[in-house]
């Protein structure tokens, strides 16, 4: 399926959440809307295991007829003894177990027949599926999702029929499509997107725009050492401890391949958001067991796998991609002066906590990997604690590149924002500087920066290759000297290093004067001939040199 079609369904499904949502708060609609979807893709891929596992014994409801049921539903009730042992192969063949009466086409054919049972069995599936469907527990994947709302309506009938009509819709839109896996996934982020932008500054908790994403997952994979060499044959693990609805992980692993990361790491403290990252990760594949998404507080350090303490087990990461909450406030207790992750640095200051999700994510680095992290401009030139951090990190040669952005490339604000590449051990003794932030195509509510299609120019992969490369350029990039830095108060501000303004045009004046003599000869030659009509007509004459 190309990117068009798949563009097409989740136009398609989002169009359908718009008419369907009345006057339920988009952010609330979101959940139902994408958990259903979810749904969706869990039983597909379940009911196709399925058929593969039972060969000839898969019912055919062709011939059978089932009322658009699943056909599972039959196998069950005609093998009620066999299917302890069913359930048992497909944890090893699908890793979950979805019972019949769960399953989308079940539940789709509930809602097109208005059945009462509905809402219960939504319910109880998806109860199911947090607790008992998969071998690692999902408790609370569904914790947002309130079927009891009154938002649905004031009563169980009226509740049922609003998730009836909800439904029904759904499916009528998906039966229109192919819904294989990337299709669902790319709709599922497409969704996502929308959502985002019709949430306004609370979308910056949790989506990070397709194009940005790119860059950094681009960058992440490179060599670190070597960049030039080109893409890491495989990745042991990586890590984003902001990661919001996932997407950054998931583009990480869109360029490693299916098979080339070991493991994918993430915390997010928003619980919508943190289920929201869990159910992206199973609906574009990712197994259960190649994920850990933690829900809790990356600046308290809650998560217990972090806080081990003997170094030789601490956990370590190849890659690391982040877009934290920009500028958050937050509130550092005297004891966390000697954190691990702070104390050789110092502590952000309580208006700024910028450097403080960045010195924890930089704590978790592999000598030899590389860390690419979203930041407001500020973090460049800041004083205070903030030069003393950032001062330190240059002086130990931690940060390799600083990349400036366009502005209003982001829902959650307009400003500025810059990328931060660092390395414990970078080879080069220059910070390379890429000035990136004139490069974008003007949209209709965001600027974007361009991919290459639809005539767009190819910003990405310009930033990309300029880094990969290190590669200087007038106005665009340039490779500077911590000599040169140091001289500058360890300021990063990129305009103290590469210069934007347009130069005067130089004039050609001896080209400039043989134009003017040409001109004019043209004028006077021009005047003559018509003072020669005036003359013919009795018409006073003009003027002439």
């Not at 196709?48 to 898969?58: H, I, R, T, V």
């Not at 509905?118 to 071998?135: D, P, R, V, W």
């Not at 403080?356 to 401009?377: N, Q, R, S, T």
């Not at 000599?483 to 001896?510: H, K, P, Q």
Request: hydrophobic residues 40%.
């Amino acid at each position: 399926m190309n990117n068009k079609t798949q563009n097409q369904l989740g136009k398609t499904l989002w169009n359908i959440a718009d008419t369907l949502r009345g006057a339920m708060n988009a952010d609330d609609f979101r959940d139902y809307m994408l958990s259903f979807l979810f749904l969706r893709y869990l039983s597909s891929n379940y009911e196709a295991a399925a058929k593969k596992e039972l060969g000839p014994d898969y019912p055919n409801t062709n011939s059978i007829g089932n009322g658009g049921r699943s056909p599972l539903s039959i196998w069950y009730a005609q093998n009620p003894d066999d299917a302890v042992a069913f359930e048992k192969q497909m944890r090893l063949k699908a890793h979950y177990v979805i019972k019949p009466e769960h399953l989308w086409a079940n539940i789709a054919y509930l809602a097109r027949t208005q059945n009462d049972e509905l809402l219960n069995t939504l319910q109880a599936g998806f109860k199911y599926i947090e607790n008992e469907s998969f071998q690692s527990t999902f408790s609370g994947l569904f914790s947002e999702i309130n079927l009891g709302s009154d938002k649905l309506g004031r009563t169980y009938a009226d509740r049922n029929a609003k998730l009836c009509a909800i439904i029904n819709e759904i499916a009528k839109g998906l039966a229109d499509f192919s819904v294989d896996v990337d299709a669902l996934g790319d709709a599922y982020e497409y969704l996502i997107g929308q959502f985002a932008a019709g949430s306004g500054k609370k979308a910056g908790e949790f989506y990070t725009p397709q194009e940005v994403s790119d860059i950094l997952s681009a960058i992440v994979t490179l060599d670190s050492q070597e960049p030039s060499t080109g893409k890491k044959d495989r990745l042991a693990s990586v890590f984003d401890f902001a990661c919001g609805s996932g997407s950054l992980l998931l583009n990480v692993r869109k360029r490693m391949g299916a098979h080339g990361i070991g493991k994918i790491y993430g915390q997010e403290k928003n619980i919508t958001t943190y289920n929201l990252a869990r159910m992206n990760m199973l609906l574009h594949g990712v197994k259960d067991t190649e994920f850990e998404i933690y829900h809790g507080d990356t600046l308290s350090n809650d998560w217990d796998i972090l806080r081990e303490l003997n170094p030789a087990k601490k956990p370590a990461f190849d890659a690391i991609v982040a877009n934290p909450p920009f500028s958050l406030r937050w509130d550092p207790t005297e004891a966390m002066g000697d954190d691990v992750r702070f104390k050789n640095y110092g502590l952000a200051p309580k208006s700024a906590a910028d450097f403080a999700f960045l010195l924890h994510g930089f704590h978790y680095l592999k000598d030899e990997g590389v860390m690419a992290i979203i930041l407001p401009h500020g973090v460049l030139f800041r004083g205070g604690a903030e030069e003393r951090i950032r001062t330190k990190l240059l002086k130990d040669g931690h940060i390799d590149t600083v990349i400036g952005l366009p502005a209003n490339l982001f829902y959650s604000t307009g400003i500025p924002v810059c990328i931060l590449i660092l390395k414990k051990c970078k080879k080069s003794d220059d910070v390379l500087f890429i000035n990136a932030s004139e490069h974008f195509v003007k949209d209709k509510r965001q600027n974007r920066l361009g991919d290459g299609e639809n005539g767009t120019p190819d910003h990405i992969g310009k930033i990309v290759s300029t880094y990969q490369s290190r590669t200087e350029e007038d106005r665009y990039s340039k490779r500077v000297s911590m000599e040169r830095i140091a001289d500058e108060g360890f300021n990063l501000n990129i305009s103290r290093y590469i210069s934007t303004a347009v130069g005067e045009e130089e004039i050609d004046l001896a080209a400039t004067h043989a134009e003017l003599i040409s001109v004019e000869k043209t004028i006077s030659d021009a005047a003559v001939k018509h003072n020669e009509f005036l003359k013919a007509l009795g018409l006073p004459l003009l003027p002439t040199h």
